[in-house]
């Protein structure tokens, strides 16, 4: 973990999202929905179901 941190750290804030959005097309890959789930509503917090009931369909 400190490692991707520091090399996220490293680089400019644009650019790590768009390598973690490579990185995070590739990973899901190999999830479970549940697994996808439960990762995205660890990156957005609690907003209700309303909300994240919506981004099952990504």
């Known amino acids: 973990m400190n490692k991707i941190q520091e ?8 650019a790590a999202a768009a390598e973690i959005s490579e990185i995070m097309k590739r990973l899901f890959s ?11 509503m660890s990156v957005i917090g ?5 909300k994240i009931g919506g981004l099952v369909h990504l």
């Open 7 to 14: 090399l996220v750290d490293s680089m400019d804030p644009k």
């Open 30 to 40: 190999l999830l479970g929905e549940e697994s996808r789930l439960d990762f995205i």
């Open 46 to 50: 609690d907003t209700g179901k309303d």
